[in-house]
């Protein structure tokens, strides 16, 4: 596809799978967003799309269908912890998005992970705080309680 029967197909795959929160308030699942067409990588807008969120991931693919194995691990991470409420956006569908976040951020890969508008690190770096225990305690400083929490407790009471 090009022009701007292309940008139309991608904005409607997007446009479907858009989950995030629905009218009613109710999580429906990770919500998977367009980075805009806009100056997609400029620094003001990739300022604004890390804060926007309490949890933002760019990666290749969908947190549904990830694209590669780092991201795919991300994305196993997050629901393992359960978290399901967050911002996630593809960089394959916009090279200046890919190109862009990795400008700013500094950090040459993807994915890239943000909490509280803070780049916390690649897949490495994210997996590393789950082995070590430091990633509940940065989910509960956004008052995100780790289902991990809740299966230890289980555990325990057996």
């Known amino acids: 596809?090009?022009?701007s029967l292309g940008r139309a197909a991608a904005a409607a795959a997007t446009a479907l799978l858009r989950w995030g929160r629905s009218a009613g308030g109710g999580l429906r699942g990770p919500g998977v967003r367009a980075a805009g067409s806009g100056g997609s990588g400029s620094s003001e807008h990739l300022d604004a799309l890390v804060k926007k969120d309490k949890v933002v991931v760019f990666l290749k693919g969908t947190p549904e269908q990830p694209q590669c194995g780092f991201s795919n691990a991300v994305?196993?991470?997050?629901?393992?912890?359960?978290?399901?409420?967050?911002a996630a956006y593809n960089v394959l569908d916009d090279p200046q998005l890919r190109?862009?976040?990795?400008d700013y951020s500094n950090w040459p890969t993807i994915p890239q992970v943000y909490l509280n508008g803070e780049f916390v690190g690649g897949c490495d770096i994210l997996l590393q705080m789950h082995q070590n225990g430091d990633l509940v305690e940065e989910l509960k400083k956004l008052g995100i309680r780790s289902a991990l929490l809740d299966e230890t407790k289980d555990q325990d009471s057996k």
């Open 1 to 3: 596809m090009s022009g």
């Open 75 to 86: 994305v196993q991470i997050l629901r393992l912890h359960g978290v399901r409420d967050y």
């Open 99 to 102: 190109q862009g976040i990795k």
